[in-house]
């Protein structure tokens, strides 16, 4: 998309820091421009080039082996409990201070989020504990529009100060009516700190903040609680869905025309059923870029049992009460079991014979190439 509409799409659209240093690593990634090297086959001599990655975040390309190194760490911290996911959107009357200041938005929402679930939690009405939860900061629909949202993937019970772990005393973790209404204060609460703070120009006069207060009001947030997770093995597969996904992935791309692009959505979740939605270039690439966040922004974050301050104490004594052993060092695989599972091959196979092995011959540095597309510089 970058090769067909980028260099149109610059003409009339300035770039941040950080969707500059994303538009260019994509258009590199896996080409000459990032270098490589030479492998050779050692029983039949046959090469090929191998270029690197980018390791852009934003690249669909990338995500996949980020994805399972991540998800290969986190097998030590699954505990055998049932695991929820629950689901904390913004409504759409914030996106233009979305737009404006993205930072401090999902800033927001990461604190109001996780205070939320933890005050739940600590509450002797419901667990009376420490929880443990991740949270993965989405901003995307399937169309590519706006929609800000954190994923919450919440360990089945507490570790309480007695030293013991508390499970749910309902069929469900929380009431997601209550969260609701919590998550909107907290939320709105910060915003109004913020505000008398002079972060908020836009809404620093008196109307203005009436007029937003009013439009948060005027309907219940959106906290979406799903059913209880299995074992370790479904949760992990759930996790594979939601931490390292980008905004949209080559596969769904259907075709790119002269001055369009083509890609599946989903039109209805329950039957699983598609549809295509059609976008000229340079909207398409308008709607991608919004989603590049910040530069340095951590979209994946840890609380309770899981933060890093405390994690590996706090989640032992946590195993300690649910009377299991800590994890065996094999759950965390070598370099090359996880790339022959990844690849669901041996990746160093030489398809030319069927005999060899790949092996490095030669560097091959990188070509210093314009990139296509990245010319101009990004604004400030």
């Keep these: 998309m970058i090769e067909a ?9 300035a770039l941040s820091v950080a969707q500059a240093k994303a ?79 993205p930072r401090r938005l999902y800033e927001t929402l990461f604190k109001a989020a996780s205070a939320t679930l933890t005050e739940f939690a600590a509450s002797d009405r419901h667990l009376g ?10 901003t995307w629909r399937q169309d590519l529009a706006r929609h800000v949202h954190v994923h919450a993937l919440v360990a089945g019970g507490a570790f309480t100060a007695a030293g013991t772990w508390v499970r749910p005393k309902r069929g469900f973790l929380f009431p997601v009516k209550a969260l609701s209404r919590v998550f909107r204060g907290k939320f709105v609460a910060a915003l109004a700190s913020q505000r008398a703070a002079g972060h908020w120009p836009t809404v620093a ?26 074992g370790p093995a479904q949760v992990l597969e759930y996790l594979a869905r939601y931490t390292h996904r980008v905004a949209i992935s080559n596969e769904r791309i259907v075709a790119i025309g002269e001055d369009e692009v083509a890609f599946r959505v989903r039109a209805q979740a329950a ?15 308008t709607r991608f870029l919004t989603h590049v966040l910040p530069t340095g922004f951590k979209r994946i974050r840890h609380y309770g049992l899981l933060a890093p301050a405390h994690k590996r104490h706090r989640m032992a004594a946590a195993r300690a009460a649910l009377d299991i052993p800590e994890p065996a060092p094999t759950l965390i695989e070598s370099v090359q079991a996880f790339l022959k599972r990844i690849d669901r091959a041996d990746w160093l196979a030489c398809t030319h014979c069927g005999r060899g092995h790949f092996a490095v011959s030669a560097p091959l540095p990188p070509v210093r190439a314009p990139v296509p597309g990245s010319r101009g510089p990004p604004c400030p």
């Design 271 to 285: 039957t699983g059923t598609k549809r295509t939605v059609r976008l000229h270039g340079r909207e398409f690439l």
């Design 5 to 13: 509409f980028g260099a149109g799409y610059l003409d009339t659209h």
């Design 129 to 138: 504990g420490e929880a443990a939860f991740t949270l993965a900061l989405h």
């Design 23 to 101: 538009w260019r690593a994509i258009v590199a990634c896996r080409t000459a421009a990032l270098g490589g090297h030479v492998q050779t086959c050692d029983a039949c001599g046959v090469s090929r080039h191998v270029f690197h990655s980018c390791r852009n975040r934003h690249c669909p390309v990338c995500q996949m082996r980020a994805k399972e190194a991540w998800l290969a760490a986190r097998r030590r911290e699954l505990l055998p409990v049932p695991y929820f996911h629950l689901v904390f959107t913004l409504p759409h009357a914030l996106h233009g201070l979305v737009a404006g200041h």
């Design 205 to 230: 006069a008196d109307t203005a903040w009436v007029q937003l207060k009013a439009a948060l009001y005027a309907h219940d947030w959106v906290v979406y609680a799903k059913a209880p997770l299995g």
